[in-house]
């Protein structure tokens, strides 16, 4: 089993940054992929960010050239900065992270950009 940790949410306004943090603990054997989910009121949760085990990355068209996605492999954490912040951006953020046979998901944490 693996505990995921979610932090640094909060409230900001229109063209701050903010950095999230998810650290995964447990029965760790090996994360391939960690990633960051979106789900504003109302709509479906939808990918952010992602990031393999060897480092490449992929994002959401919305959110490119403003956050940028890492991870150190040695605390089993995946971060998330998100810079120039608009209130579209306004929402929970899930932590997910892939083992070999399953998928984790974090609490959500929330974010929320004011104009």
């Known amino acids: 089993q693996v505990q995921l940790a979610e932090s640094g949410g909060g409230l900001v306004q229109a063209g701050g940054s903010l950095r999230l943090a998810c650290a995964a603990s447990?029965?760790?054997?090996?994360?391939?992929?960690m990633g960051w989910y979106r789900q504003a009121p109302g709509k479906q949760r939808n990918l952010v960010a992602r990031i393999t085990s060897g480092g490449s990355t992929n994002y959401a068209d919305s959110v490119k050239g403003r956050f940028t996605i890492s991870r150190d492999n040695a605390k089993n954490t995946v971060y998330l900065q998100m810079n120039s912040l608009k209130p579209e951006d306004t929402g929970v953020y899930y932590c997910?992270?892939?083992?070999?046979?399953?998928?984790?998901w974090g609490q959500g944490t929330q974010v929320t950009v004011s104009s």
């Open positions: 997910k992270v892939e083992t070999v046979r399953l998928a984790y």
């Open positions: 447990g029965s760790i054997f090996r994360l391939n992929a």
